[in-house]
């Protein structure tokens, strides 16, 4: 179901991690990343999985809740797989009809998965211990630099603090709607590509309006209390760099350093 | 026709830290040509159970039999029963996506599989009972008309598919007092003219006295009173301990029988009320 | 003391024709004029597209004037360099519980006006606290907005516009998509507010709010249709119907049950019969 997608979601906390500068931990989840692409083999997985495991641990957010995320993109993940299992030329290890699968091509899949897996959890950590307005107003300083060349970064946070703001109502909006729609008869699943694609317009056009509808009433809501531009804003919340984020950061460059040694191995 | 709800128990999320559960051992019955209203507040389970009725939301356990048929068994195909229950959610309007008013009304004919004359047909039907005039809306955009055309425009929509149990959600939400009155109007002509079960929510308790024949009140997943508006509005102390309240003329007539003793009054409706105060003062006169 | 002053207001829509040009379109309000005095409750009551939201986006210069002036607290909402004084002497809350919170959590989105205003980060806090305490919604300030009833939104929308310290605060429509549990708690905290000394400025199709008011203003399109007491517009059957309004239940039973004008409360009519 939609609602069950945990990512952009903050789960209120007061554990290490939650009290985390935002850009120490959008720096990390960044090098976080990286690092999952250097790895290659199972130890430097078997190595990350401890290290998250070991984050998730301090963050007091329950596994349960972690995991609920996966279930929405598990189709994904699967597809993943199953393209990776049966599309890698190499050392036979099964084969019928048109169907092969390699040694090469099972170890791919494996590894594809996980790092899937590892990735939409090491992310939605990053989400679920910072409030999204910690996270745009850190992506925001973050991004200060860059508007000395031209980039909005004031423009670029707010777009995402909003944009995280209304991803549950437009979820609620849209699952309302197509509803509406089957209880007038609407059929969503039968039918070639061209009529299921046909069969999207009652869901798109009511969605559309209600977007601009939103919206407008949001622009509206904004002007009103006095929102023009970021020069000249305060925060309530002045994010601050202190001592628990260079013990993040150091501990993160001994990760990664340890992640690139067990290419070696 | 006729509807019967057993056991029903429905849970968001089972087994997930947001699990919720959202009905709660739900029975009822309704007979054919009853007008059902049903109040509770946000969260009360309302919804969920109005969806259920239609196949929109599967229960985790419990039965629902419309006209004896049970919907919830998995055999039954979900266009029967879309086409025997119509359910029109809260601000339907804003479900509208046509380029023409026919054709929005057409969609729910159109998904029944009816050749483009009976559609025809079904919609200037349904578009005459909805109170607008066909031939003058037709081929207007729905996205032109002003908001209580919409709603109408939208209500059409589904009578169009001629169900023989309509429900409406809030029908009457955001209107001003003038259309408020136009649109129960509408619904009662609706339910009179097709011969229907006509089941509808509403925060508005003189609205539920006034057109109901029963009434039931939901609370905490759970249908906490049930009967005809007389029996229901007669408890008035529950209904407060839930957070609802009896219609504003029971209310009044509440406050009279405080002040003064000797005054009684069932009243439900401005009518009823003033006819009993009339009376009361005549006979202390006399 | 008069704190907005409204002469000859004229509210004229632009559309563009199938050339390109901007035309004269809708009319939406028609040579306004009123005072509202500071510290009232004035209910702004009439049907759908009296102008009723039209009006209420000019007290805070949310729309200019196409004619006519609106002054607040001394300042032309005409003039572009003031704006922001008007916007922050008065608050806004909208219909739509939802559309109107920008952060996903609850004392973020209490905060945003008061970080618009460029003041001192203990000073939000302070506001924010106060704010949400006064709505009654302290408890819950970490919490998603989304998780939240419909009521307790429009309660933290309040809030967002307490924060900003405003003289008024305009509600336009605040109870109609709220459940009646919501309806009442957002009613008794406009109460409080203005019992505070905020101007509030309620536009409403409730009569039971309405009669709250200590002055009801009736528009009907774009023009004032009458502006008085409710108990004076309540015993003008005639204006009502001419409205499109209704009577509130109390008035209805009194005139079809034949008792005395002069009654114009349950209250009242309770305690007429009790001394028969």
Known sequence: MIRDITLGQYYPGDSWVHRLDARTKIIATLLYLIELFVVNNFYGFLITAAVLAAVIALSRVPVKFIFRGLTAVFLIIAFTFLLNLFMVDGRVLWHWKFLTITYEGLSRAFFMAIRLVLIIIGSSIMTLTTKPVELTDGLEKLLYPFSKIGLPS?????????????????????DKIIKAQQARGADFESGNLFQRAKSLIPILVPLFVSSFRIAQDLALAMEARCYHGGSGRTRMNEIRFERADAVAAVLMVVFLIVIIASRFI | MSISVRNLNYIYNPGMPGETVALRDVSFDVADGTILGVIGHTGSGKSTLLQHLNGLIKPTSGEVYIDGECITDGKTKMTDIRRKVGLVFQYPEYQLFEETVSKDVAFGPKNLGLDEEEQQERVKKAIGLVGLDYDEIKDLSPFELSGGMKRRVAIAGVIAMDPKILILDEPTAG???????????????????????????????????EMSDKVMVMSDGQVALEGTPAEVFSQGDKLSAMGLSVPPAREIAELIKRKAPDFSSKALTIDEAAGDIRRYLEETRG | MKFIEVKDLKIEFTRIDENGREVPGKVALDGISLDIEKGSFVAVVGMNGSGKSTLAKCFNGLLAPSAGRVVVGGFDTAEEEHIWDVRRRVGMVFQNPDNQIVSSIVEDDVAFGPENLGIEPKEIRRRVDDALKRVGMYELKDKGAHMLSGGQKQRIAIAGAIAMRPECIVFDEPTAMLDPKGRASVMSIIRDLNAEGITCILITHFMSEAEQADRVIVLKKGKVLCDRTPEALFSDREMIEKAGLEMPPAIEIRDKAGLPEHLTTADDIADYIAKK
């Open chain 1, 154 to 174: 004031h423009e670029i946070a707010l777009m995402m603090t909003i944009a995280l703001r209304f991803i549950p109502t437009l979820m609620e909006e849209t």
């Open chain 2, 175 to 209: 209107l001003d007092p003038s259309a408020h009155r136009d649109i129960l109007a509408m619904v009662r002509r609706i339910h009179d003219e097709m011969g229907i079960i006509l089941i509808f929510v509403s925060h508005n308790m003189a609205d539920v006295a």
